[in-house]
């Protein structure tokens, strides 16, 4: 289940040459905001079953390359393939044409998106939320997908709670909501954006727990995080941010303990730094 | 204000004095004697014929001016709502044309006095004497006289409901434009269409925002429709005005109109106050199927 893959040679990935192909595969991508370069040609492969954590600091670009890879932010160049497809763009008639609205919605039911904000439907109860994608984007029975909600909502331990208004909840629980309403489309992958940072510190566990549990079950994970233990502990692939580049990527354990650049080590010694002060 | 009694040095409970507001009881008085000697004016003055008032209070003409005046503010109300809709959505549009268009009639609208727009609806035939409606090249289609079709009736109706949209596209856009962009981009992750998006998510919740000052505009429409004297529309005022023309009781006839006004006014801010009730706070909720009424039914005892 971890196909070796090595960043600092794109396309020098053995999960391709045993034929499985990545799940994400980026090579050189690039992003800007008007004149402001975001990411600065970042190479990058996920294969299926693996969980991949994007650590850096904030402004390095790992959050704009995850939306990117639902297409919620434009490639602006380079390559970026995720689930077999060029993200915006068909391959027809020798040339690339920019999907319609209608073909970004389609490529997006197959990938769930979990944000840090969790972005619940406010007017919605818990359930609702849940039930909402299978009904409005799947076309599925509004009694069938109520029900099997109910089962996303147990799993994530609120079934207690599915009539609630999001506001009604705690954060901890919103995002494990959002994480139930992303599984509700029975997604080949998930993309986490910094899901524990707008909680309290002691609600942060009970999200980790429920994507541990997903990770377990070999949900294909990629996962933007400042939670160093969660990468090394749930984490097969640790890559490094800074720049809009890749700064180093690896195994977690190894990563964490023996740093190749400076860059990253300063990274590391801050965070923990950080981890100190909270828990002395 | 305190009543109750403070133990004192001496041990025992001492009351409490009340205070006696001098200015507020003075300025009370000049108020009412003001208000009140304005209005004994109005009701002894002797060219004033009560009578008369009681008499076109239930007038036939009166009473079907006043349905007309319902009929209007409603039609016009709804054609008003759809519109705004369809203006804020074309004014938030990314295709830079239809912002623009949507930009100019919202411009047009609000910027010409809606008299004058009354006006021009009501001699649409000067400009077309005829109402062509046809399949272009053939000669397959309908024509109507446009003095026939424009009546005052129809004119106060476009007139008002099309003046009314320009002022509804800004309110509509506002309430989209305050739903948290957060709620979009997780639309779009779940794989919704950008119209899904807008119609599923963005718009029930942008409701909240649009309904309390939807029922100002229709209050505010009521008496908007009085304007429809101008174009003859049969409403209240027309009605009240051809009564006072003949008879010359101006007076009687205006106070006869005022009281229904403030009759309909005070319906419509009774239902306003519903309506926000069930709408102004997050009792919103989506049912699928069933059309918009099902959609936004208040939650059942939840």
Known sequence: MNPGVESAEPGGQSGAASGIEPVVRASGVRMSYGDVQVLNGVDFAVAPGEVSCLIGPSGSGKSTFLRCMNGLEPVLGGSLRVLGE??????????????????????????????????????????????????HVLGAPADRARSLAMEHLERVGLAAHAHKRPHQLSGGQQQRVAIARALAMNPELMLFDEPTSALDPELVDEVLEVMKGLAAEGMTMVVVTHEIAFAREVGDWLTFFADGVVVERGRPRELLANPAHERTRAFLSSVRNQKERQEP | MRTEPITGPSGTPVPVARTLHWGRWLSAAVALVIAGWLVYLVVVNPRLDWGKVAEYLFNERILSGVWVTIEISVLATALGLVLGVLVAVMRLAHNPVLSA?????????????????????????????????????????????????????????????????????????????????GQTEAAYALGMTPAKRMRVIVLPQALRIIIPPTGNEFISMLKTTSLVYVVAGHDLMTNASQIYKANNRIMELLIVASLWYMLMTAVATFLQGRLERRFGSDAVRLVRGGGLAARILPKAAA
């Open chain 2, 101 to 181: 268009l949507a930009s100019g009639y919202i411009w047009f609208f609000r910027g010409t006095p809606v008299l004058v727009q009354l006006i021009f609806w009501y001699n649409l035939a000067f400009l077309f004497p005829e109402l062509v409606l046809k399949i272009p090249f053939t000669m397959i289609g309908l024509k109507w006289d446009t003095n026939q079709v424009m009546t005052g009736f129809t004119s106060a109706m476009l007139g008002l409901g099309l003046n009314l949209a320009a002022y509804f596209a800004e309110t509509v856009r506002a309430g989209i434009q305050a739903v948290d962009h």
């Open chain 1, 86 to 135: 060029e993200v915006g763009h068909t391959l027809r008639d020798g040339r690339y044409r920019p999907w319609t609205p209608k073909e970004f919605a389609a490529f997006r039911r197959n990938i769930g998106m979990v944000f840090q904000r969790f972005n619940l439907f406010a007017h919605h109860s818990a359930l609702e939320n849940v039930a909402c994608g299978p009904v």
